[in-house]
């Protein structure tokens, strides 16, 4: 069978399922094996349960969501986050009040009487003492009501940052290094909708009902945008199922998960590429839903990497319709059609049009996507090679490895809005709780690499705040060094770092320089592994079959993460400052970038030959801001502009531009 004669009528045979098989090996390769994938989810899993425990004393409950909490690592996934006030509770039924205590708790009343489908008035049964939602306060018929459009405009100057956000429906969005962001402030009810019930009665099949019960007692949420046709356009709010959608992406086999990013793919790099008539029309959500949707229907029994092309198809035909009945339904509510005010008149009749065309091409249609078309057609020329499907097939133990410590990056800080003191010892509360729990081995590693950047930052912070006698003094001082010696034993080879900036603080230069040369040693060795970068054979040779934690405390360098709350040393304050101007609380040094200048600092008070010699090396792992500072701190103040002016040139993930501005100012 020719590959391009599967339409919607075509029978399945041997010659799609080849091709299904190479397709399915790609996407593993591209978006991710199935442990790769529980790699990433469990990683931010164990970020929520972290936030979870801050939350319960904060006020406030932030919840991470979107693409990058399913597990697509993708260009341009993007990162959600939720945050609502804790004393602010959601009832859909005066009766439910009696779960609360009204005393300390704000009650909020659903009100969907006027509204559209999954959407909601919110009127509000008690008083507030929250600032913000008492601005957002309006009167409809004498009852108070909390109007979306002022709420959003409140709460958004919290979450924008300044020159790479903007507000955009509900939320704060932009990109920050190489991440799309959405923040957005919202409610949260305990309780699952009425005019969501028909769902739960769907779910014979799929989900099974342990992951609906599960979804059921989460409840919702509520955004802070309104029905573009509705009624009340500043007041309605949107029902949120962003919680109950990452349970069902959760509970996708592998192949359902692949064609969900296969369409992501097809989305990106085929239909909004097609006119700037139709582009931006349809979004990942929909496509999303389109996969649910084909799921729970059971179109296609058996998901598994020989029908995945099918299942391609199966959910293309299934938009097909939907465009061509101006219908999406929402999977919660199906009464709500996505596609209104959107997709409609001449639009949704060139949507179709392109649509239709892309049908009428059959599966061929895949070979405009720039990211599937090598694995179609490496498959179509070599259609007697078999190809394995198996994960221990597909990527090496050293591949998960790499994807593992690499999304340790994001736990570098786990901060809400207490002082830094309250927040290290809930952290290290939570670590204690977390070890008597069941955990995977992923979040195990994880939750030492949590707790020995937990003991760093106490030690500085104990040290920071030493204004007592010489007596405690000295008692601070052993405890702080034992913490940082600990954080050495159970982190990874670049935390002796840490050792060095504290003694390097405490004016003991020679034990920096010692810790230093031991960092020298460790980032020596030939497995060494340092942004995704390793030697495969003396890596497998040293560490293969090695627990992840043996391998992260002899092999893994990551880099040099500060917490711009806590000063280390008093040469970075400016750049630390500079950072939390522009939101950011984590100032990130390359690792070889932070050896060298903390040994260029030593040696200023012991041989300036040698701390020309550290200048030297930091010239050959150039940081133009480190330089900067380097020559300035030794008076070359020409030199230092230069780099400062260079560090203006260059793209900085930490945004210390003001810091750098700072420095070139008092270098004239």
């Not at 704060?172 to 969501?196: K, M, T, Y």
């Not at 054979?537 to 806590?566: P, Q």
Request: include cysteine.
């Amino acid at each position: 069978m020719a590959f391009s004669s599967l339409n919607g009528s075509s029978p399945v045979k041997a010659g799609t399922n080849h091709i299904s098989e190479s397709v399915f090996r790609g996407l593993c390769l591209q978006l991710g094996t199935s442990q790769i994938v529980a790699i990433r989810r469990e990683t931010r899993d164990l970020k929520d349960i972290f936030y979870g425990r801050l939350s319960t004393s904060d006020g406030f409950t932030r919840m991470l969501t979107g693409s990058s909490r399913e597990g697509f690592r993708m260009e341009g996934s993007d990162m959600d986050v939720m945050w609502w006030l804790n004393d602010h509770k959601i009832i859909w039924k005066m009766s439910q009040s009696e779960f609360y205590n009204t005393a300390n708790q704000t009650m909020i009343l659903a009100d969907i009487s006027e509204c559209p489908p999954e959407f909601s008035l919110l009127q509000l049964l008690t008083p507030t003492t929250n600032f913000k939602v008492s601005l957002a306060i309006v009167r409809m018929n004498d009852i108070p009501y909390i109007s979306s459009s002022m709420y959003r405009k409140c709460t958004l100057s919290e979450v924008i940052h300044p020159g790479i956000s903007t507000e955009h429906g509900p939320c704060s969005s932009g990109i920050q290094g190489r991440l799309e962001f959405d923040h957005a402030w919202c409610f949260v009810s305990n309780f699952w909708p009425q005019s969501a019930s028909s769902w739960i009665e769907r779910c014979h099949a799929w989900p099974n009902s342990e992951i609906v019960n599960d979804i059921v007692k989460t409840g919702c949420h509520f955004v802070a945008i309104s029905h573009p046709l509705g009624t009340h356009e500043n007041e309605e709010w949107r029902i949120s199922f962003s919680q109950a959608e990452c349970k069902l992406v959760y509970a996708m086999n592998h192949c359902q998960f692949l064609t969900y990013g296969l369409l992501k793919l097809f989305l990106k790099e085929v239909i909004n590429l097609h006119s700037e008539e139709t582009v931006n029309l349809l979004c990942s959500y929909h496509m999303k839903t389109v996969v649910f949707w084909a799921i729970q229907q059971n179109t296609l029994p058996h998901w598994c990497p020989q029908n995945l092309l099918v299942g391609f198809w199966v959910c293309l035909k299934l938009l097909l319709n939907w465009v061509y009945h101006g219908n999406c339904p929402n999977f919660f509510i199906s009464q709500n059609n996505m596609f209104l005010a959107k997709v409609y008149g001449s639009k949704q009749c060139s949507l179709f049009e392109q649509l239709y065309e892309y049908y009428r091409k059959g599966l061929s249609c895949l070979l405009q996507s720039s990211s599937v078309r090598s694995f179609i057609l490496g498959a179509l020329c070599n259609p007697k090679l078999h190809i394995y499907t198996h994960q221990i097939f597909i990527i090496s133990e050293i591949h998960n490895d790499i994807e593992l410590f690499n999304e340790m990056g994001t736990l570098l800080s786990i901060r809400t809005g207490f002082s830094v003191k309250q927040n290290s010892i809930i952290l290290m509360k939570t670590a204690e709780y977390l070890i008597n729990s069941p955990m995977t081995p992923c979040q195990k590693v994880m939750l030492q690499r949590v707790t020995a950047t937990n003991l760093q930052n106490i030690a500085f912070i104990l040290q920071n705040n030493c204004v007592w006698t010489n007596k405690q003094l000295h008692i601070a001082d052993k405890i702080s060094r034992s913490m940082l010696k600990l954080a050495g034993r159970i982190g990874c080879i670049s935390d002796t770092l840490f050792i060095a900036m504290y003694h390097f603080k405490t004016l003991r230069y020679m034990e920096a320089l010692s810790a230093v040369e031991m960092t020298k040693i460790k980032l020596a060795e030939p497995q060494l592994l340092y942004r995704r970068i390793v030697h495969v054979r003396r890596y497998t040779d040293a560490l293969g079959g090695k627990s992840w934690s043996t391998k992260m405390k002899r092999a893994v360098a990551l880099e040099i993460a500060l917490d711009n709350f806590i000063c280390y040393i008093n040469e970075l304050i400016p750049e630390q400052q500079s950072a939390l101007q522009n939101r950011n609380s984590v100032l990130i040094i390359p690792v070889f970038v932070m050896l060298h200048f903390l040994e260029f600092l030593c040696y200023r008070h012991i041989d300036t030959a040698l701390a020309q010699a550290a200048l030297d090396k930091l010239l050959r792992d150039i940081s133009w801001e480190i330089l900067g500072i380097c020559h300035q701190i030794t008076g070359n103040f020409e030199a230092a502009l230069f780099s400062y002016q260079q560090a203006l040139t260059h793209f900085s993930v930490n945004n210390i531009r003001i810091a750098t501005q700072t420095r070139i100012y008092k270098t004239y």
